[in-house]
């Protein structure tokens, strides 16, 4: 497809309609807070643009992110996100290597210089000057610094990539870093998970597509439609949390009930994602629906917090414990806090809409 060929013009020589854009624009704004008018404002701007440019860099990573954003049994919404962007780098997914691989990141870098995303999964090692990992010749950490000059924004997907994730677990051997620790003049935005949630990476690429600027984020700037709430939030064991009704082993009566796995070690009144809603694998499942406790993926240090199956009351997480009635205190905080995230992301979501519908009425 060609660079210049609008992303409408795309999805019509694909035999795509825009009925199917239009499906997408509305899950998306509906994740995202947005009035129900945003769904047809979106579907039009995205249709008159052309495809994202995005490089793509893989550096201490399991692949698992990838594989993420990849992976699907049927072609669903989300896969309409290789229709939005120009994935113009990915060793992965790319079918030339060496050399012309090279040729054709250089070339994306020439041609969309301050326009491209930079998408970066795995952490950046800094050991030795960055030689623990390196591609074509060069360390990833000269060239992350050298890419993000260049670019329009960065994204570090997953946690290896957000906080440094299992790469970073103490000792840190390769002197493991976030790449919002090594980027410092661009913004950066974080879709944290061990692996992360694919709609959540198609979504922020969606929304910076259409609106020209990043989603709202939060204090470590990821986006607040996939981790304004806790997965405690919004998970469907809370009313047994609430009655205090505890499994106490994965194969006693309370699991079999599918009571609240707080005492079996789920962290989700201290993890932030969008796992209880969006699931996995097309919305079939998550952890907890599977019976094990969420393990608290998507937050900074998890490795290293260790106490996969203690109860947080016996954890410390780098916040207070939870013991107790304390936990229900502080999961009502959760929800109050999560409550006035929504009618900020909503207010924010608003503004940008109208302001796309003035950027289309010019
Ligand atoms: Fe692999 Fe998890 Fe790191 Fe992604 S965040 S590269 S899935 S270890
Ligand atoms: Fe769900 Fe875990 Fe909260 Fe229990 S502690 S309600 S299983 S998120
Ligand atoms: Fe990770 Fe917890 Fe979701 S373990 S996949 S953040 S439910």
Known sequence: ???????????????????????????????????????????????????????????????????????SFSPTLEDLIFDLISLDYHETLMAASGAPAEAALEASREENRGKYVLVVDGSVATGLEGAYSTNAGKTNLATLKDL??????????????????LPMADPNPTGAKAIADIVKDKPVVNIPGCPPIPEAIA??????????????????????????DSIHDRCYRRTFYDQGKFAKAFDDEGARKGWCLYELGCKGPVTWNACATLKWNGG??????????????????????????????????????????????????????????????KAAAEASVQKAKEGTQE
């Not at 624009?25 to 008159?48: F, K």
């Not at 440019?53 to 990573?61: A, D, G, H, N």
């Not at 979504?203 to 984020?217: N, S």
């Open 1 to 71: 497809m060609s660079h210049h060929e609008t992303i409408g013009e795309g999805l019509a020589r694909r035999g795509i309609s825009r009925r199917a854009l239009l499906r997408y624009t509305a899950w998306l704004a509906s994740l995202m807070a947005l009035p129900p008018t945003a769904s047809r404002v979106m579907a039009e701007t995205l249709a008159g643009q052309p495809r994202q440019p995005v490089i793509w860099l893989s550096f201490q990573e399991c692949t698992g992110c990838t594989e993420s954003l990849t992976r």
């Open 148 to 165: 993000a000059a260049d670019a329009a924004a960065v994204i570090g997907v997953g946690t290896c990539a957000a906080y440094g994730g």
């Open 203 to 228: 979504g922020t690429v969606a929304y910076f597509v259409t609106f020209g600027k990043l989603p709202d984020l939060d204090h470590l700037n990821r986006p607040l439609a996939f981790f304004g």
């Open 284 to 345: 079939t499942s998550f952890p907890i629906q599977s019976g094990h406790g969420c393990i608290g993926c998507s937050e900074p240090d998890f490795w290293d917090r260790g106490g996969i199956y203690q109860p947080l009351s016996a954890v410390v997480m780098g916040k207070p414990a939870l013991v107790g009635g304390a936990a229900v205190v502080a999961g009502a905080a959760a929800g109050t806090a999560s409550a006035v995230l929504a009618r900020k992301r």
